[in-house]
């Protein structure tokens, strides 16, 4: 018989039998509670009502700088581009010091090397983006591959996407021994990189598939669940981050571990950013209120950010040409 939802937070070991065929998987993960839609949607507009003022926002907006992932992403990469954004990562803004570092900084495994030395000694972590991404089309062999070569070059942090067509076609243990298979590379040879998965909600059709996807990563041992590759849309939406965020709640009450979250792709402002603080504060609580476990994945937020600070800080908003272009 397969655990019920309810049994396995009162008997966090039931997650041993639940994984152990693809029928009593399926079963459980459509055993989770259904997601109440319009619930889900009112809530999230709701908390984005709420503002942040005066000494708290000023402390809100260098806690973002200091969740954001810094990424670049694109075929026309070059190793200019990283150097340059491995320098903003480590001081977002050459005029002030006070300004912190950001989390990380996220790129192709080829430039994983390059931004290891860049930043070396400053504490902004190298995240590589692994697993046939943004496709996740490749086989296994392949995808183990790819996430080798990022940990050997020394990358923190991994970025895999899961297979969205075995998801999507009620594969699940597949699934689950794939995000596993990963894993284990994140750990090989001594190495303990963070393992990011990314569900790409904007192609799992219900906030029940994205419930079911975050249950299912956490159960392969997921270090942080992550919305999005950024390259489609809907990419991250307060809605999905809330789901996802009540099943890293519903995952430390039924295991005692705690489980990160990163939104990703679409945050471009600092109201953006706000509200999505305001999000894992209502939801999930002080303790997720920290880089280590809740990132921003982002490009173009930073500049906001810096803009919205030099303006609480000497009252004059400077234009675009007070920061630089990624």
Not at 223 to 250: H, N, Q, W, Y
Not at 277 to 291: I, Y
Not at 298 to 303: I, K, P, V
Request: glycine residues 8%; hydrophobic residues 45%.
């Amino acid at each position: 018989m397969t655990p019920s939802p309810a049994s396995v937070v009162a008997d966090p070991a039931g997650l041993a039998d639940v994984t152990r065929s693809d029928a009593a998987l399926r079963r459980f993960l459509h055993g989770l509670p259904g997601v109440d839609q319009v619930g889900a949607d009112a809530r999230a507009a709701a908390l984005s009502t709420r503002s942040i003022k005066t000494t708290a926002k000023a402390f809100a907006i260098d806690l973002a700088v200091r969740m954001i992932d810094l990424t670049t992403l694109e075929g026309a990469d070059t190793p200019g581009k990283v150097r340059s954004l491995c320098a903003k990562a480590r001081r977002p803004d050459p005029h002030d010091a006070s300004v912190p570092a950001t989390a990380a900084v996220c790129v192709y495994n080829d430039l994983v090397g390059l931004a290891k030395a860049e930043l070396g000694g400053s504490g902004v972590k190298v995240a590589a983006v692994s697993t046939a991404f943004p496709s996740g089309r490749a086989s296994l062999a392949v995808k183990l591959a790819d996430t080798r070569d990022a940990v050997t070059q020394g990358a923190d942090e991994i970025d895999m996407v899961i297979d969205r067509g075995a998801f999507l076609s009620g594969r699940y243990l597949e699934v689950l021994e794939e995000i596993a298979a990963v894993k284990q590379v994140c750990s090989e040879g001594g190495a303990d990189a963070h393992l990011k998965v990314i569900l790409e909600t904007g192609e799992l059709a219900t906030y029940d598939n994205v419930r079911r996807a975050s249950w299912l990563a956490m159960m392969a041992g997921a270090d942080f669940i992550k919305t999005s590759t950024g390259k489609i849309s809907p990419a991250a939406t307060l809605p999905v981050t809330l789901v996802m965020l009540e099943a890293c709640r519903d995952w430390r009450d039924a295991t005692g571990a705690m489980v990160g979250m990163k939104p990703a792709g679409g945050i471009r402002t600092t109201k953006d950013a706000m509200r999505y603080l305001v999000l894992v504060n209502e939801t999930v609580g002080t303790d997720w209120l920290t880089p280590d476990w809740f990132r921003l994945g982002a490009s173009s937020l930073l500049n906001d950010l810096l803009l919205q600070r030099q303006r609480m800080s000497t009252g004059r908003y400077s234009g675009p040409d007070y920061v630089t272009v990624d």
